[in-house]
T-cell receptor
């Protein structure tokens, strides 16, 4: 157990509303990531963080923003949700030591109607 | 060429069979390699890191060929519980440790 908690686990929201997903870790890892997973696309990186207030874009960052004000929390915000953002969102941490394995949260299933 | 490419599958095998998954990656500077398994509607979980010399963990053997930019996973004596999607994952290295995932290969082991 890598101590990663995502909230909420499920959410239904309306098009045009802002949505924030939270990722919380208990083990002080430096690297945190947000992915989305869709059929036919696999896991795609949205944004990642390599320290407090240090973030960068991934391959599918349009329409998303992130913040990391504390080591343990990495927030993903959908500024104005669209139906194309209906997906399963996974947060991950990377140990940053040894082989740099990544460990995932249980996922958030988001539906935009 | 896609960054990480896997056999599209799906694979359907009987219990006890040996099954092999293949993966190629395009970034020759990639530094570390992994196999993850993902059960339906669950998060990916680390199955094995792939070492340069190859490594084995029980019924699972992973191999890396840097010259060919190729990774493989062999599962011997398949069990029903091995049914899952297997993801090839590559760490591109550099200062920010970005992981790139293959799309995964679905394995179903039949009784």
């Amino acid at each position: 157990d890598a101590g990663i908690t995502q909230s909420p686990r499920h959410k239904v929201t309306e098009t045009g509303t802002p949505v924030t997903l939270r990722c919380h870790q208990t083990e002080n890892h430096r690297y945190m990531y947000w992915y989305r997973q869709d059929p036919g696309h696999g896991l795609r990186l949205i944004h990642y963080s390599y320290g407090v207030k240090d973030t960068d874009k991934g391959e599918v960052s349009d329409g998303y923003s992130v913040s990391r004000s504390k080591t343990e929390d990495f927030l993903l915000t959908l500024e104005s949700a669209t139906s194309s953002q209906t997906s399963v969102y996974f947060c991950a941490i990377m140990t940053g030591t040894g082989w740099n394995e990544a460990f995932f949260g249980q996922g958030t299933r988001l539906t935009v109607v | 060429r896609k960054e990480v490419e896997q056999d599209p599958g799906p694979f359907n095998v009987p219990e006890g069979a040996t099954v092999a998954f293949n993966c190629t990656y395009s970034n020759s500077a990639s530094q570390s390699f992994f196999w993850y398994r993902q059960d339906c509607r669950k998060e990916p979980k680390l199955l094995m890191s792939v070492y340069s010399s190859g490594n084995e963990d029980g019924r699972f053997t992973a191999q890396l060929n840097r010259a060919s930019q190729y990774i493989s996973l062999l599962i011997r004596d398949s069990k029903l519980s091995d049914s899952a999607t297997y993801l090839c994952v590559v760490n591109s290295g550099g200062s920010n440790y970005k992981l790139t995932f293959g799309k995964g290969t679905l394995l179903t082991v039949n009784p």
